[in-house]
C-alpha cells in the first residue's frame, strides 16, 4: 500500500537537492557521464546522470540497480523508436528544476507545506518515479528517503569533483564512484572505468509439443507481421492502483497492409510474459503463422525466439516497425 511521506521527510531531500542545485553540476556533467553511487545496505549501485549541459531539460535522474541503468542506455541509443514510445525503458526517479506551470498540484503543496520559495525558469525543484505501466508521479515515501540517501552521497561526490578537483576521464568510458569503506571506516570517491553488466536474457522454452505440432501444421500468411507493446495515450485513475496507470496494448500488425491483426490491452497486475506468449500462440492458430515477424527490441525477441525457431518463422528486430508505429501515433493523436 502506498505511504506517503512526512512534511519532515520531503524537507530533508529538498534540503540536500538545493545544496547540489548550488553546484550547477550540469556546467560539468554531460548526460552520459555517469556518477555510481555504491550504498552498503543495497546489492546494486545506483546511478545518477545530470542533464542541463545542453541548457534545456535541468534535471537528476537515478537509476537503482542494473536492469533500470540498462534501459537508460537503451534509451540514449535509440534512434527509430517513436518519442511516444521511449517511455517503456523509463524505470528510475527524477528531480528536475523546471518552471511552475510543471508541477502538479500535490506537488506544489509540498513546495507551499515547506515555506520554500523558487522563483524564475528552472528554478522549481519537483521529483518524478518513473515505473513501467504507470503515469510519473509523485515519490511515494519510500522513494523519497531513498532519493535523500542517494543525493546526499552524491553530493559528496560531486563536491569532491568540483571543489576538490577530483579528475574523472569520463569521454574514456569512466566514472565518478563513491562508496563506503568498511575496512577503512572511510567513504571514498574515485574514478573508476564504468562497469555495468550486460542485460539478462529472459529466452522462454516451449515444451509442450502437441502445441508445437498444432502450431506447425497452421498454414503460412503471405505477408510478415510486426509485433509490440503500445502504450495508450491516456492515464487511467482507478482507486485499486496506488497512482494512476498507462495501459499498454499487445498488437499484431500486417507488416505490408499496415492492419492490425490481433491485439489485447494489458494493466499492471497481468501477466506480461503470459500475456505476450498467449496473444502470439493464439494468433498463430486462429490466423496462420507468419514466415517473419519484427519486434522492437532484444526483450520480446527472446520470449518469442524459441517457438519461433521450432516453427521456423524468422524473428528479426527492427526499432522502426512502421504499421505499428503508424497505429500508435494515430492513439497519441
Known sequence: MRKEASIRQWNELYEVTINIKKFEPWKYLWDM??????LPEYEEPFYCSVMGKGGQCFAIAVYKGFESINGFFKLADAKSIPPNQLIRYQDNLTCYFGDREELSSKELKVIKDLGLKFRGRNQWIYYRSFKPNYTPYILEQDEVIELTYVFKNLFMSL???IEKNLKIDFEEGNSLYRMYDKEQDLWLNFEGPMQIPNR???????????????IK???YLKNAVEFDTVFINSVVEDKKYERPIMPKMIVIA?????IMLHFNIMLPEDDEIK?????FIDFIINTGKPKTIYVRDEYIHDLLSDLCKKINTKIIISEELPS?????ENIFR
Do not use: H, R, V, W
Open 254 to 258: 500486417d507488416s505490408k497492409t499496415g
Open 33 to 38: 557521464d555517469i556518477i555510481t553511487i555504491i
Open 324 to 328: 505499428i508505429d503508424m497505429f500508435a
Open 159 to 161: 563536491k569532491a569533483m
Open 200 to 214: 539478462q536474457s529472459m529466452t522462454i522454452i516451449i515444451e509442450d509439443e502437441l502445441l508445437i505440432e498444432n
Open 217 to 219: 501444421k497452421q498454414k
Open 275 to 279: 500475456q505476450i506468449l498467449d496473444l
